[in-house]
């Protein structure tokens, strides 16, 4: 069974950086691509960044590419979410993902979600 468990969140300043933590189990996830989501009160979940597990292939949302980096960690199944230059508008649960095949691009139906990680950016 698939588990997927996000670490990292937290209250930071705007203009910070958080750095987001995906520990991925159950499965041998090398033919998997891995996502971040995140979902702010009252509006709809929304994608942010998708990569193979091998690294090869990556696809971001306009709303965070150049301040946000989707990567594989040498640390076993981990996959992060590097935030830098944070906004208050970026205040949301966030929210890793995993579905099978190695299409990083939508749609973006994910199988597996973990329980996510409340990032709060303070203006």
């Known amino acids: 069974q698939v588990q997927l468990v996000e670490s990292g969140g937290g209250l930071v300043q705007a203009g910070g950086s958080l750095r987001l933590s995906c520990a991925a189990s159950g499965r041998t996830f090398s033919s998997y691509t891995m996502g971040w989501f995140r979902q702010a009160p009252g509006k709809e979940r929304e994608f942010l960044a998708a990569?193979?597990?091998?690294?090869?292939?990556?696809y971001y949302a306009d709303s965070v590419k150049g301040r946000f980096t989707i990567s594989i960690g040498n640390a076993k199944n981990t996959v992060y979410l590097q935030m830098n230059s944070l906004k208050p508008e970026d205040t949301a649960v966030y929210y890793c993902?995993?579905?099978?095949?190695?299409?990083?691009?939508?749609?973006?139906?994910?199988?597996?979600w973990g329980q996510g990680t409340q990032v709060t950016v303070s203006s």
């Open positions: 993902a995993a579905r099978s095949g190695l299409r990083v691009g939508p749609p973006m139906k994910y199988d597996y």
């Open positions: 990569i193979t597990w091998s690294g090869s292939s990556t």
